[in-house]
């Protein structure tokens, strides 16, 4: 356990297994100079960094060999403050930032890249670990929605209490491979949405029979589809002792 209360966290990336010290970020950003802010900041010793040259600098391991939202949700994990910005592309250079001031970033945990969409799987897994950090959670394992790793989304713990997350986002009309980006998907965003909410649903069970003495929870981004899938289940689910808990596009985290 470090000095701030949390244990490293350790997570596998490109097949190689690492562990990371709250400390260990601090110590090896101490005297390095924040690069230009471009999208999402991590506050780092009092000074705002981009989060995948915090990341780097902190690891080791060449920013070419992760995306931003790993950089982000592993630091998040560690309970650095995270704060998202979206431009367009016509917008002026970025500033430097360097000490909190009132131009900085404000901390938000609806990190979109741009062009991109709030209610992803990978950015309502950002935002769910960013907000359980900044209320204390320990953040034990974070799973790479990007990779479509196995296992459960995210594992937290605090004040004795274990909870595993099931993760769910809500399904875009067109598909993000650039690819096909004028492309619409046959299946409707709607029906998509009821096969994932299934999806989930299963998951958050399994949970419960592997992991009786854990909270079986199922994050998901708030929309009305959801929410009458919900009212349609709530009563089983709260039989089974799974519970719901809401992202909104702002990145608060509504529970029961």
Do not use: C
Not at 153 to 168: L, P
């Amino acid at each position: 356990m470090n000095s701030q209360g949390r244990a490293p966290i350790r997570f596998t990336l490109n097949g190689q297994r690492y562990e990371l010290a709250r400390e260990d970020v601090e110590a090896r950003l101490t005297d390095v100079p924040p690069d230009v802010i471009r999208k999402h900041a991590v506050r780092i010793n009092e000074t705002w960094y981009p989060a995948v040259q915090a990341f780097e600098a902190a690891t080791g391991i060449p920013r070419s060999e992760f995306i931003s939202h790993t950089a982000r949700r592993h630091l998040a994990a560690l309970g650095f403050e995270i704060a998202g910005n979206v431009e367009s592309r016509t917008t002026a250079p970025p500033l430097r930032v360097a000490t909190p001031a009132p131009t900085a970033p404000r901390p938000t945990a609806a990190l979109v890249e741009v062009g991109g969409e709030w209610h992803t799987e990978a950015n309502v897994q950002a935002a769910l670990v960013t907000a359980l950090a900044g209320e204390g959670w320990r953040i034990l394992s974070v799973a790479n929605t990007a990779t479509k790793e196995r296992g459960i989304d995210v594992i937290a713990a605090r004040d004795g209490r274990t909870v595993g997350v099931e993760v769910k986002g809500f399904p875009s009309r067109n598909y993000a491979d650039p690819a096909r980006a004028g492309e619409a998907k046959r299946t409707s965003p709607s029906t998509q949405a009821g096969h994932w909410y299934s999806q989930a649903v299963l998951a958050a069970m399994r949970l419960r029979g592997k992991e009786p003495e854990w909270g079986s929870v199922i994050a998901l981004p708030d929309f009305p589809r959801y929410r009458d899938l919900h009212a349609e289940t709530a009563g089983s689910l709260a039989a089974a002792k799974i519970e719901i808990w809401w992202v909104d596009q702002a990145g608060t985290v509504h529970r029961p």
